[in-house]
């Protein structure tokens, strides 16, 4: 416990001398025989109002001015904070100008669930009040600017305080009016910025985004509860990302390419394909729908290119919009070959195909959002040598006929299944300017073999209010059914069902 103070306690040290520095460097430079300039009050300034590229992202909140409203736009394109106003201090640099930029938001939750199934062991996950802090993000983007033009770097923190990580991206861009803009370093995907807009709709704590996971037991062997990727999704993985200027105001293309997804940082090339206890692998690499509990065995990909084609349109009262996102690479494993104390051995999975089509249609105060996502069989085992491997690492005897699993490749014929599916439809309502509700329902549907499947059906209703410019307050309710089959039949062993009632309030700055 002391030594986890001590961490807590050097991050905020941390985070202070940093704050200290750009805040130094700041007056250094509007002091340093340079024009004068006014004062600004923190909150009075905000983004200067530009066309941007990218509508919400998925991990971000959403705006309490609905999904109809052209955004103001940060120099960062790519990693646009969704709903959120930022200060920015300018200082003039000759005949360019310095920008500093400061944006986030945090949440506080108070959930209840009523659920058949609880786990009373270590997870602690039952039918008792849940208080926590959601979502808690502070990002500080530093720019120079001078006419078409502007170059960054980008940090952004995620300070909740079992958090092993303080620093969640990290990365530098650059962008220009007529060529487009380019991004570095640990960031999202495109895939993240540019592909889904039924999520920016659906408002309370974010709904399968939110942590529903902390609260509702998933039986082994289910679909995941709390939230949905791509197969191959790089989170923030290092990559490189580019997206086009719009093209005739409506249209833009982009693309991200990341060598290895398991790299994040400056790990090295040795420590790419390290087991994953721990490691970068599972920070970047989603399971599907499945919950890695041990974190080992997390598939990774090599060569990975995203692709997106996005596109938005307004017409008086109508808007409307489509995008298509497509993931692949060559995607491989690390397992043990026999026992515990045998070394890792490399396996090659299938390659990652993955795409998805999203749609927006809006009139007035009423939006309708559709999307649908296909991962095909990525990354699934080309045989069964994994499920043996799987059955076999932990040093225990199984019976052939055992399903016992160590992670999501531990399924007998597995290689006959697929990676899943995903449906998703989010009807928005904006009564007024400060409340808005949604109505929500998305399905997953994975094929595990020839004998077995499992579903997620999800039903929310949301209710947003804004209280004040900054400050918001939600109530969420969520039905949830995990449900698997084995041979057309129930397996009520690895399947649950409940309710979750959501109330919180959201700080934006």
């Known amino acids: 416990m002391d030594s986890q103070n001590g961490r807590i306690q050097m991050y905020w040290v941390f985070l202070s001398m940093m704050l200290y520095g750009i805040a130094s460097l700041f007056l250094s430079t509007a002091h340093a025989g340079l024009p004068a300039v006014a004062a600004i009050k923190p909150g009075t300034v905000g983004i200067m109002p530009k066309k941007g590229i990218a509508p919400e992202q998925k991990d971000k909140v959403p705006s309490t001015k609905g999904i109809v409203a052209e955004e103001k736009s940060p120099s960062s394109v790519l990693e646009r904070e969704s709903g959120v106003v930022s200060n920015v201090f300018t200082a003039p640099v000759r005949d360019a100008s310095v920008k500093l930029k400061v944006s986030g938001f945090s949440q506080l939750d108070l959930a209840m669930t009523s659920q058949k199934k609880t786990q009373a062991d270590k997870t602690g996950i ?128 982009a693309a991200s390419y990341t060598p290895n997804t398991a790299h994040r940082g400056c790990v090295g090339m040795t420590g790419l394909n390290q087991s994953a206890d721990g490691g970068s692998k599972s920070k970047n690499n989603p399971v599907g729908f499945f919950e890695d509990k041990d974190k080992k065995y997390v598939p990774f990909g090599t ?33 043990k070959s026999k026992g515990v104390n045998d070394p890792d051995v490399k396996y090659l999975l299938k ?22 996502m296909n991962n095909g069989q990525s990354r699934l085992p080309v045989d ?85 410019p900054g400050l918001e307050g939600y109530i969420e309710t969520d039905l949830i059914c995990l449900k698997r089959e084995d041979k057309g039949t129930e397996n009520k062993e690895h399947s649950n069902s409940g309710i979750v009632v959501m109330a919180g309030v959201r700080v934006n700055i």
């Open 126 to 253: 039952s039918n008792t009040p849940y208080f926590h802090i959601g979502n808690t993000k502070l990002k500080f983007e530093a720019s120079v600017e001078k006419e078409k033009m502007s170059a960054g770097w980008l940090i952004r923190f995620d300070p909740q305080l079992n958090n092993n990580s303080l620093i969640d991206r990290n990365g530098v861009f650059w962008k220009h009016d007529d060529v487009g803009h380019v991004e570095a370093g640990n960031i999202k995907g495109v895939d993240d910025s540019l592909f889904k807009f039924a999520q920016g709709l659906i408002g309370g704590s974010n709904f399968w985004d939110s942590g529903l996971g902390k609260i509702f037991y998933q039986p082994e062997g289910s679909c995941y509860c709390d939230g949905v990727d791509f197969v191959g999704s790089t989170h923030t993985a290092t990559k490189i990302s580019y997206a086009t200027p719009k093209i005739g105001d409506v249209l833009t293309l």
């Open 303 to 335: 060569n990975n290119v995203t692709l997106v084609a996005h596109l938005k349109k307004q017409c008086g009262d109508w808007t409307v919009g489509g995008s298509f996102a497509y993931i692949h690479d060559s995607a491989e494993i690390w397992a």
């Open 351 to 372: 390659d990652t195909n993955a795409f998805g089509v999203s749609g927006l249609l809006g009139y007035r105060k009423f939006n309708l959002g559709v999307e649908f």
């Open 384 to 468: 069964d040598t994994l499920f043996t491997t799987a059955n076999n690492a932990d040093g225990k005897n199984h019976a052939a006929d055992d399903k016992h699993s160590t992670s999501v490749y531990g399924i007998e014929n597995g290689h006959k299944g697929n990676a899943g599916k995903v449906f998703t439809v989010v009807a928005q309502y904006k009564w007024t300017d400060k409340l808005r509700t949604a109505l929500a329902f998305q399905r997953t549907h994975r094929k595990l073999n020839d004998d077995s499947c499992t579903t997620r059906d999800t039903f929310a209703k949301t209710v947003n209010y804004a209280f004040m």
